[in-house]
T-cell receptor, first 119, second 108 residues
Framework: DSGVTQTPKHLITATGQRVTLRCSPR?????VYWYQQSLDQGLQFLIQ???????AKGNILERFSAQQFPDLHSELNLSSLELGDSALYFC??????????????????FGEGSWLTVV | AQTVTQSQPEMSVQEAETVTLSCTYD???????LFWYKQPPSRQMILVIR??????QNATENRFSVNFQKAAKSFSLKISDSQLGDAAMYFC?????FGAGTRLTVKP
């Protein structure tokens, strides 16, 4: 158990709909990351938050948005869903900020992922 | 841009043999960490090993070790005495970026 909690574990929804994925980081971790993994694909970095502020942005679509709340939990909002958005969405956390302007040394711990199926 | 490259989409090894998975990365920083993660069929992401760039000594975790060549920006993972349970996708990571992965098959 990594200590990172993601809900829901599985979600089936229709095209055009909007869903919210939720993540609670490990206790004490200030950074939260979101990744998308489509079937048999690698991990696509979407976005990172550090202590409530956006720190780095990857290949995140405009239909997707995220935020990190004062209690450090994070939500990833996916709207106007398309079939191609079906994927495993990982949340991960680390102790401090990394990349961009920070120290790139923090181990990133992953949740078990949220399986999203768009039908 | 910081990138991580894994040039071997698939690798195969005989049980009890040794296999090496390759990874190169790009960075302008001098002090950093590198990671290997394992993703078994369950899709869970499991940290295998991490290497501190300022350390000369290659990291080792039981049957897993790395060959870290800082000047060449190369970070390969060696799995010794391969076991059936090692079969998985392996991802190299630098900072928050991951390579495309290498699928390792272990043959009995």
């Amino acid at each position: 158990d990594s200590g990172v909690t993601q809900t829901p574990k599985h979600l089936i929804t229709a095209t055009g709909q909007r869903v919210t994925l939720r993540c609670s980081p490990r206790s004490g971790d200030l950074s939260v990351y979101w990744y998308q993994q489509s079937l048999d694909q690698g991990l696509q970095f979407l976005i990172q938050y550090y202590n409530g502020e956006e720190r780095a942005k990857g290949n995140i679509l405009e239909r997707f948005s995220a935020q990190q709340f004062p209690d450090l939990h994070s939500e990833l909002n996916l709207s106007s869903l398309e079939l191609g958005d079906s994927a495993l969405y990982f949340c991960a956390s680390s102790e401090a900020q990394s990349g961009v302007t920070g120290y790139s040394g923090n181990t990133i711990y992953f949740g078990e992922g949220s399986w999203l199926t768009v039908v | 841009a910081q990138t991580v490259t894994q040039s071997q989409p698939e690798m195969s090894v005989q049980e009890a043999e040794t296999v090496t998975l390759s990874c190169t990365y790009d960075t302008s920083e001098s002090d950093y960490y590198l990671f290997w993660y394992k993703q078994p069929p369950s899709r869970q992401m499991i940290l295998v090993i991490r290497q501190e760039a300022y350390k000369q000594q290659n990291a080792t975790e039981n049957r897993f070790s790395v060959n870290f060549q800082k000047a060449a920006k190369s970070f390969s993972l060696k799995i010794s005495d391969s076991q059936l349970g090692d079969a998985a996708m392996y991802f190299c990571a630098y900072d928050m970026r991951f390579g495309a992965g290498t699928r390792l098959t272990v043959k009995p």
